[in-house]
């Protein structure tokens, strides 16, 4: 069984149950890449600072790299019966140096070490995210340019609204994105600070030098505050938040390419590699991917309520409660990883059927609201004009036809101002192509978008 660092205290052993219930080696063991560069940094700190001798500080580093070399190789394997990934690697330093290596924990706490640890992995984390979601944006980006001239309905509540393109609908999911890389750098800037140094939760007697552990591990200043850097969690609430944003956006894009692949909608179709079939009905072809990311966005919702509770009530400074911190937090971040990871290229080899997006964009009476802009720049008041309009929809389908086959004569009968140029000005590609102000579906306003998008981009390349 593993030593207890904290034994001297007690006069007898943990109950096994106790030792398994309070181990979090199972889960924490992924942060031991940042658990020993945090511990270098420190041993060199402790070292320079005449803390411990020179030739044990370098003695530990030696020490550290070596168990790092062995954990990555495969040499050394985790001990299950460790109580988390700080006391394992300082057991098996301390087995390996003997007294040398029990020096390592001077001058600091598990408490400022765990802080320490999950900073630094979150912040790593943050990059390798948000790497992922720049190639989704720029996935959606090239599939935007492909088809700045595909004309599809634009919905409101889910009723048929106004023409768009389908590369105006695909940006508004890469602004989406965007927004998402901005609060990813944000948060990852605010967790970006040293808590090393805080101790237990109140400092340390030793004349440690912060300062040159921020700056080696590269952080951009120390916490000024030994209480807070210990014993909040906000950094993880922040991050996990960015991410449950983010899946809402997945989810909601997952939302219509599922009703897209629908044989109501046949807008699109994914590819066989990224679709299941039915056990019974041989016909299916089910959008599961897209199924699972809906789903697996309640998961993420529910690691950041997890988060948010865990801290609602806890007392400075530093509780046991704050280990299940990282349980919501990693489960968030792998989820998340995971279902760009699918998505990315589910999207980039997804079908686009032009011919049914725009059969529908011509059904519908989309273009009702060009036909009252057409009045209104006769001369008319709009709310006259959106009243004729309105009338003129009513007995189209009474009629059973469309503005575009209604009879010159019936517009006359309800406004003079009709001439038969009414026909272009309600055409599916003027009513598209004239929407040139900026953020319009026109293409050419589309192109400046995405123009605009790519150069501010390029400060997370």
């Avoid at 912040?123 to 390798?128: G, K, L, N, Q, T």
């Avoid at 009252?372 to 006769?378: E, F, G, Q, R, T």
Wanted: aromatic residues 8%.
């Amino acid at each position: 069984m593993a030593k207890m660092m904290w034994a001297g205290r007690f006069s007898s052993e943990a109950d096994p149950k106790v030792n398994d219930f309070n181990s979090s080696i199972s889960f924490d063991a992924r942060m031991y890449r940042q658990d020993i560069r945090g511990s270098m940094a420190h041993a060199r700190m402790l070292g320079d600072c005449g803390i411990i001798e020179k030739s044990e500080s370098e003695k530990i580093i030696e020490g550290l790299q070596g168990i790092l070399a062995d954990l990555d190789s495969g040499a050394l394997g985790f001990d299950p019966n460790a109580e988390d990934i700080h006391m394992f690697v300082e057991q098996v330093l301390t087995d390996r140096l003997g007294d040398t290596g029990k020096r390592l924990h001077t001058a600091r706490s598990r408490n400022d070490q765990v802080a320490l640890d999950i900073r630094m992995y979150l912040r790593d984390e943050c990059d390798e995210i948000s790497k992922l979601v720049f190639e989704l944006t720029e996935t959606i980006i090239n599939m935007a340019e492909e088809h700045l001239y595909t004309v599809m309905p634009g919905y409101t509540h889910l009723q048929r609204a106004q023409p768009v393109t389908f590369a105006h609908h695909l940006m508004a999911y890469a602004q989406m994105l965007y927004r998402d890389l901005e609060r990813i750098r944000d948060a990852k800037e605010r967790m970006n600070y040293l808590p090393l140094g805080s101790g237990a939760l109140a400092g340390t007697t030793y004349p440690i030098n912060r300062k040159q552990v921020c700056e080696e591990l590269g952080f951009t200043d120390i916490t000024y505050n030994s209480l807070d850097g210990v014993s909040d969690r906000d950094f993880c609430i922040e991050i996990c938040s960015a991410l449950s944003i983010l899946m809402a956006h997945l989810s909601r894009f997952s939302e219509e390419i599922i009703m897209w692949c629908s044989w109501e909608f046949k807008f699109v179709e994914l590819s066989d590699a990224f679709s299941t079939g039915s056990s019974i009905m041989p016909q299916k072809k089910n959008p599961d991917i897209t199924e699972l990311i809906r789903g697996k966005t309640g998961r993420v919702y529910g690691d950041l309520t997890t988060l948010l509770t865990m801290m609602k009530g806890i007392p400075l400074a530093y509780n046991k409660d704050m280990q299940e911190d990282k349980e919501a937090i990693f489960d968030a971040i792998d989820t998340v990883k995971l279902c760009i990871t699918t998505f990315i290229p589910m999207l980039s080899t997804m079908t686009v059927n032009k011919e049914n997006m725009r059969a529908a964009a011509a059904k519908g009476f989309i273009n009702a609201t060009d036909c009252a802009d057409y009045l209104v720049k006769k001369g008319r008041p709009f709310r006259d004009a959106y009243k004729i309009t309105g009338t003129l929809v009513a007995l189209c389908i009474k009629k059973g036809t469309t503005l575009e086959e209604l009879p010159i004569e019936e517009y006359k009968k309800l406004c003079s101002d009709f001439d038969n140029d009414v026909y272009e000005a309600i055409s599916l590609d003027t009513c598209v192509m004239q929407r040139k102000s900026d953020g319009g579906p026109a293409p050419e306003a589309v192109q400046v978008q995405i123009e605009k998008l790519k150069a501010k981009l390029r400060v997370f390349e």
